[in-house]
Each structure stands twice: as structure tokens, then as C-alpha cells.
């Protein structure tokens, strides 16, 4: 009993109990406990203060980020990001050499890549077509520990020697748009060339700060053309290249992961032709078929949405690809580049190259036209047809 009534007063201590007193017929004053009821509104209040005060430190939160964040972009725009010039070369072994007999630039060349990424499909197939040697480091796309070097964390990154060390060259188009102007004059060196593409902060379309080269389409002539050409045709060529990079490329994605089949098909082709096999153990070729072929396929429909693709995502592909063609025909020649490849040539066939062994290739093959100019490209760049160019 003594400590039912302990436990009571502890009870009516903590405040659950309310003590009431009375005077019994004897005129002994008594007391007795009820409960406190608390008042359901005092809940209600206090759950909406509770929510407005939460409401507004995550909003004041996302505000302060937000700002701070708007205002960090807005004191980078226009600023520079310097890339940093290599004093080593970073210990990473290569995955293999791609020697080139006819090569005559003496250029040491190391491609950080995937095989598969339409990127540097694109810079392989200009240092192909030139006959340039070069190392590859095939890089895990999932794990990126190959590049971990670098703060630049996307492929395709070639790091050149010269004469101080090693000068990375981020982005494709840059790349080859610097190895073709070198090419022209070999007096102009990787890393001076370098400077001329300067790596700027600006605001894309959506908002988003990023750093970009923004003339990475142009080519160093130092206001002398180089014979047989013409700025009309330098002109198409920029404008072709940028179509290869910001709306072909952008067909590709949604048509070889167009269901979790074909993603999962493509994944096992990007293994077998990137010789996954030999270059990654078999836990991490595990993680990025099943990882890679989920995520892609997912990402797959965000992309067709974003670039607006048709449903039916292989009309878009066959539209695009009949688009080239239209304007090739137009021109009467064989290329674009009129009767040798030029550098847009090369970007759409090193795009299209990329996916090669996927059925939406075969399907594409099938449906238009694209192959008679795919196969004489191909040729072009198998036989380092652009050496001769470099001869002369
Ligand atoms: N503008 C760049 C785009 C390069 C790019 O987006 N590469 C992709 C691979 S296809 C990449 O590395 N993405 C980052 C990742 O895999 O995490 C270029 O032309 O080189």
C-alpha cells in the first residue's frame, strides 16, 4: 500500500496527477488524485508550432544554402579554372597501346577512357584517322578510381608529355580540336595551345554554374587558313561538331537502354568490348553490369524526356541520322568534309561507333541509309587516311 502511495505522489510529482482535497463527515481534510486530462487543442498547437518552427529552419536552411550558393556562382562567373600542368605522371598502369607504324608527330599520348563512352570513341577516332600512337587506361566507370588523380572527374581526359612534365587535355572536343591545330603547325605547342582554351565559369541553360571551354569547337590557324579551305567550310565544320555533341549524342543514350533488357545487353557488350575481364576483378565487373545496366536504364527515360526524344525513341534516332545524311547528300560529296572526312565527320562516326554492338546500331543500319557513309568513314580511319594530310 505504502508504495502504491509512493508511486502516486511520484506520479502527481511529475504532474500526471492532479491532487484534490476534500473534508470528510468526521472533518478530516482528504485527498484524492484524477488524472490530468490534457486539452486536445494544447496538442494541436503545439504540433503546429513545433511544424512551422521546423518548416521554417529547413526553408531558412535551403534559403541560406541556396544564396550562398547563388552568390559563390555568381563571384566564379567568368573566373578561370586553371589546369594544373603534371610534374609525374600519375602511377597508373595502362590497359593497353594502340601503336600507329605511320606515326610521325611524336606525341606520347595516355587516354584515360571507357571504351564505350561516345566521348572518347570521338578522340580515338581522330587519333586513328592521323595515325597517332597512344596508351589507353580503360577507367571503372562505377569506382573511377584510374582518374582519381585528377579534379576533373569525367572521360575522356588525354594527358600529353611536354617539355615541363604533363599537360591534362579535359573534354573531347577541346582535345581534338588542340591535336588537329597542332597537327596544322606543329610549331604551336600542346601546352601553349592549352592556354588558348581557357577553362570559364558560366551559367548554363537550366541555371546551373559549371565550368566550360567555350571555344572548344575552335581550331588555332593564327588568322593563316590552311590550304583548301575556306571559312564558310572551317564554319560548317564547327557547327556540325557541336550538333554531334549536343543533339545526336543525346539520341544514343535512351535507344541502347531502352528496356532493362537492352540495358542489361549493352552492359555485357561494354564488358566484352572494354575487356572488362582482364582489366577489372570479377566483384567489380559484377557491380557495374548489375549497378550500370539499372541506373542506365532509369536515367534512360529522364534523358528521352529531357531531350524531348518521340515514344517511339528509335524514330528519334533514324530522324536525327537521316538529318546527316539529308545534308550530306545535299552537298554532293561523300562526307561532310566533301571528299575526305573532316573533323565532324569523324565526331558523328566516332559517336555512332560507340554503340556498335548494340541493337539499336543494327536497327539504325537496318532502317536508313547511315551505313554506306558509316562504312567509308570507317575505312578512312582503320587505313590512318589523315597521315597522308600530315605529310603534306
Ligand atoms: N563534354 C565532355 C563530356 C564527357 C562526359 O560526359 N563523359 C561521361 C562519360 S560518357 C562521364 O565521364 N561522365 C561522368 C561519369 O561517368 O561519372 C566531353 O566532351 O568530353
Redesign the pocket.
Known sequence: MAVAHKFARFLQRTRFLNKNYYTNENGCTRSFCTMIQQPKTLNIKRIGVISAAAGVLVGGTYAYYKIGKARKSIDLEGTQQETVLLKYKPPIPSSRRVISPIDTTGLKLTLFQ?QT????SKVRTVLDYYGISYDVVEVN?VL?KEIGWSPY????ILLTKVDEGYQPLN???MIISLIASHLYDKSYKVEDLANFYPNIGILDEEGNFKFEIINKYFLMFNNQLPKNRTINDITEERKWRKWA?EVFVHVLSPNVYRTIDESYKTFRWFSDVGNWEEYFPLWERILVVNVGATAMWLIGKKLKKKHRLKNDVRQSLYDEANFWLRNIRARGTTFMGGNKPDLSDLAVYGVLKSIEGCDAFQDLRANTKIGDWYDAVKEQVDTHAGSMKLRN
Open positions: 571507357y563512352c561516345p566521348f572518347c566507370p573511377r572527374k569525367k572521360v575522356p573534354d573531347s572536343s555533341d
